[in-house]
C-alpha cells in the first residue's frame, strides 16, 4: 500500500472528503456527446475530432429517425424502450430531439410519466450512466466544491429529494428519473440547450425501508434527514447554485413536503415548485376550458378533491384566483372547495390540521365529519371531481354515476400519476358517466369510441406549463417566479386551444403542438415578470408581442438546425484557409488524406 493510501485510509471521513473536495477538476478529452451525430459530414467530422468515430456513411436525417424508430418498435416493453432512449440522448442528443419533434405523442409517455416512475422504482437496479448531478447530505459544507464538478454552464435545474416521485412514494436517488425526463422535456417543449440543464437529486436518505436494505440501491442507506437539516442544506444548495450560475432557474419537484422550501425561497430565488405552482397553473388552464363548456357558472361551481397535499392544495389556490377574476370574493371562492385527505373531508373542528390544509378548512360542517368521498360528494353534490390522491381507482363507478346523475357535464380530472395511480381510467369516466364528462387525467390515456363517436382524453399535466415558465424566466433573466407569472402560464395555456380543438370539446391542446404552446406561454410569463417589475432583460419591455415571439422562437434550440453551427465553422475555418490565415492549424479536427475524406460518401441533403 503506497504511503498516499495508508494516510488516506487512516484519516477521518471528513479529512477525505476535505481532499476529495479540493481536487482539481480533471478536463474531459473526449468529445460531447452531440459531436456523434451520424449526420455530421466528413467536415464537421474532421473538425470536431470525431471523424473515424463514427461509422463513416454520412445518414439523412429521415434515414436515422427510421432506424430509431425501428429500434425503438423492435424493444417490447415499456421500459426497455426507456432505457434504448436514455443511451440515444447520451450518445447522440441532436437525434434524441429530432426523433421526439416528431413523435411526442407517442414518445413523450416513455420517457415521462407513466414509464418514467417505473424508471425511478428500478433506478439503482438498471443503473448504467451518469446523467446528472447528486449532491449528498454528507456533502454538505462543500456543495459548492461538488457542484464545481458540473463541466456545463447551467441555466436551468430540476430537484428533488425523490421523498414524493409521483405517486410511488419515497424512491429516495431514485428519483433521478423525474429531473432527467422533465428536463429532457424542457428541451423538447421550450428548446432549452441540452447541455444548459442540469438534473439534480439530493440524497436527503431515504424512508424506504425496502431501499435502505437493497444491496443495489446506490444512495445512502441512512433514514430521511429532519426538517431542519433538509432546510439548512436547502440553504446551502440554493446559495451554491446561484453563486456558481447567477441566472439559474431553480425548479423544485417531487418533494414530500415542499411547502417550507416555497416560502422560503420564492422572493429571494428565481425558483418555483412545480407540483404546487405548474400544477395549479396547468389545471387552471384546463378548468377554464371546462368551466366554459359545462355552462356551469363560476359562483354555482362545487369542487371536491381527494388529495389535500402539494397538488390538490395548488390546484385549488390557483382555481381560487380564477374565482375571483370572475368576480367572486375571496371568501366566497374559497368556499367553492371541499379538500378530502386520507382522513375524510378536511375541517376545522377535525382536530389539527397541517398548515398547508388550513386554508381551506371547512367550518360549515356542523360538527359532522366526512370520512369517506362518497360521503363527501352526497354531502356537496359537487359539479368538479379532481384526484391529486395517489390512488388508483378512488373515484368508483359509484361516485362516477352519481357525477352523471348530478350534472349535465360534470368535471371528472383524475390527476394522480403514474397511470396505477390514477382515480379512474378515461374508460371508466366515460363508461359510468354515459360519456357526459369533461375529462383530464394526468398520465396519457388512449383515444376511444363511444356511441360511434372518437373521443380523445385531456392530459392535465404541468408539462403543458413548466417549460414555458421556465423558459419565460430565463428570457426575462427574472429574479423570482411571481405568482403573476404562474397565473400567466395557466391562463395562456387555456387560450391557446386551436377551434379544431375547442370544437372536439377538448380542454387541453394537442401535445404534438406543445413547442408552439409552449412559445405562447414562454410569451405571457415573460409579460408577467415585466408586469411585476422583476424582470431584468430591460430591452425586451418595449419589443412588440409579434417580434417578442420571434425572439423566443430564436433563442430556443433547434436540433434540426443545430449541425449547421458547426458547419459554418468548418466553413469559416475553410474561408481562412483559402486565404492562408490558418497558420497551419486545422481547426480542430485532424488532418486525414483528401482521398479518404471525400470517399464515395453521401453526404445528406433531405433536411
Ligand atoms: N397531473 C399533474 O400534473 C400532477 C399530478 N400530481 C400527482 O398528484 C398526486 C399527489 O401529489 P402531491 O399532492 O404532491 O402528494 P402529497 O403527498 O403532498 O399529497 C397526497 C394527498 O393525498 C392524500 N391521500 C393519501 N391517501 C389517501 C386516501 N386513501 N384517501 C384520500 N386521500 C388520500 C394525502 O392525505 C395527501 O393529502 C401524485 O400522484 C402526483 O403524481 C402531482 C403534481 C402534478
Ligand atoms: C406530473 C408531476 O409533476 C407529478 O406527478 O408529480
Ligand atoms: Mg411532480
Not at 422504482?121 to 459544507?141: A, K, N
Not at 438546425?561 to 474561408?575: P, S
Request: aromatic content about 8%; charged content about 25%.
Amino acid at each position: 500500500m503506497s504511503s498516499q493510501a495508508r494516510n488516506n485510509s487512516a484519516a477521518p471521513v471528513a479529512n477525505i472528503k476535505h481532499v476529495h473536495h479540493h481536487m482539481p477538476p480533471r478536463h474531459n478529452p473526449l468529445p460531447s456527446p452531440w459531436d456523434y451525430d451520424t449526420a455530421n459530414t466528413i467536415e464537421a467530422r474532421k473538425y470536431t475530432r470525431t471523424y473515424g468515430l463514427t461509422p463513416p456513411g454520412v445518414d439523412t436525417f429521415e434515414k436515422q429517425l427510421q432506424r430509431c424508430l425501428a429500434q425503438l418498435a423492435a424493444r417490447k416493453t415499456p421500459i426497455e424502450k426507456y432505457q434504448y432512449l436514455s443511451v440515444l440522448r447520451n450518445t447522440n442528443v441532436h437525434l434524441f430531439y429530432r426523433l421526439l419533434a416528431g413523435n411526442v405523442k407517442e414518445i413523450c409517455p416513455l420517457i415521462y410519466t407513466p414509464t418514467v416512475g417505473e424508471a425511478c422504482q428500478r433506478w439503482s437496479e438498471l443503473y448504467t450512466q451518469p446523467e446528472g448531478l447528486y449532491l449528498s447530505f454528507e456533502d454538505r459544507g462543500h456543495l459548492h466544491q461538488v457542484i464545481q464538478n458540473w463541466p456545463h454552464d447551467v441555466e436551468i435545474t430540476v430537484v428533488t429529494d425523490g421523498s414524493r416521485i409521483l405517486g410511488l412514494g419515497d424512491l429516495g436517488i431514485n428519483g433521478m428519473g423525474i429531473p432527467v425526463g422533465k428536463l429532457s422535456l424542457y428541451t423538447a417543449c421550450a428548446g432549452i440547450h441540452p447541455m444548459k440543464t442540469l438534473p439534480l437529486c439530493l440524497d436527503l436518505g431515504t424512508s424506504n425501508k425496502e431501499f435502505r436494505e437493497d444491496p443495489l440501491y446506490l444512495g445512502s442507506r441512512r433514514d430521511k434527514v429532519t426538517a431542519e437539516e433538509e432546510k439548512e442544506f436547502l440553504d446551502e444548495m440554493m446559495a451554491a447554485l446561484t453563486e456558481r450560475w447567477p441566472s439559474i432557474v431553480i425548479q423544485y419537484e417531487d418533494f414530500k413536503n415542499p411547502f417550507p422550501s416555497l416560502e422560503r425561497y420564492q422572493n429571494t430565488y428565481t425558483m418555483f415548485n412545480d407540483d404546487i405552482q405548474g400544477t395549479g397553473a396547468v389545471i387552471l388552464g384546463g378548468f377554464i376550458n371546462a368551466v366554459k363548456q359545462s355552462g356551469v357558472a363560476p359562483k354555482d361551481q362545487r369542487a371536491v378533491f381527494l388529495g389535500a397535499g402539494s397538488a390538490g392544495v395548488g390546484v385549488a389556490k390557483q382555481l381560487t384566483e380564477f374565482f375571483m377574476k370572475e368576480g367572486l370574493s375571496e371568501e366566497d371562492a374559497k368556499k367553492r372547495f371541499w379538500l378530502v385527505d386520507s382522513q375524510g373531508l378536511v375541517a376545522h373542528d377535525r382536530g389539527k390540521l397541517a398548515d398547508h390544509k388550513l386554508y381551506f378548512a371547512r367550518d360549515d360542517n356542523d360538527g359532522q365529519q366526512y370520512r369517506s368521498l362518497e360521503e363527501v360528494v352526497e354531502y356537496v353534490k359537487p359539479t368538479i371531481l379532481m384526484g391529486l390522491s395517489t390512488i388508483g381507482g378512488a373515484f368508483t363507478p359509484k361516485i362516477l354515476q352519481r357525477m352523471a346523475e348530478m350534472n349535465d357535464r360534470p368535471v371528472i380530472f383524475p390527476l394522480s400519476n403514474p397511470s396505477s395511480k390514477s382515480e379512474c381510467t378515461f374508460e371508466e369516466a366515460i363508461k359510468y358517466t354515459n360519456g357526459k364528462c369533461l375529462f383530464a387525467s394526468g398520465s396519457p390515456f388512449p383515444t376511444l369510441t363511444h356511441d360511434g363517436k372518437d373521443l380523445t382524453p385531456g392530459q392535465g399535466n404541468n408539462v403543458y406549463v413548466f417549460p414555458g415558465i421556465g423558459l419565460g424566466a430565463i428570457l426575462s433573466k427574472s429574479v423570482s417566479v411571481t405568482q403573476g407569472m404562474i397565473y400567466a402560464s395557466g391562463a395562456a395555456l387555456s387560450d391557446s386551444l386551436l377551434p379544431s380543438e375547442t370544437a372536439e370539446n377538448w380542454l387541453y391542446p394537442d401535445i404534438n403542438r406543445i413547442r408552439d404552446v409552449s412559445v405562447v406561454v414562454t410569451k405571457h410569463v415573460i409579460r408577467a415578470a415585466q408586469k411585476d417589475g422583476v424582470d431584468r432583460e430591460l430591452q425586451l419591455r418595449g419589443v412588440r408581442d409579434e417580434e417578442l415571439e420571434v425572439y423566443v422562437r430564436q433563442r430556443m434550440y433547434d436540433p434540426f438546425t443545430e449541425h449547421e453551427k458547426v458547419e459554418e465553422e468548418v466553413r469559416g475555418l475553410a474561408g481562412l484557409v483559402g486565404r492562408g490565415e490558418t497558420n497551419g492549424v486545422a481547426g480542430k479536427g485532424v488532418e486525414v488524406p483528401v482521398g479518404v475524406a471525400n470517399g464515395g460518401h453521401v453526404v445528406g441533403k433531405e433536411r
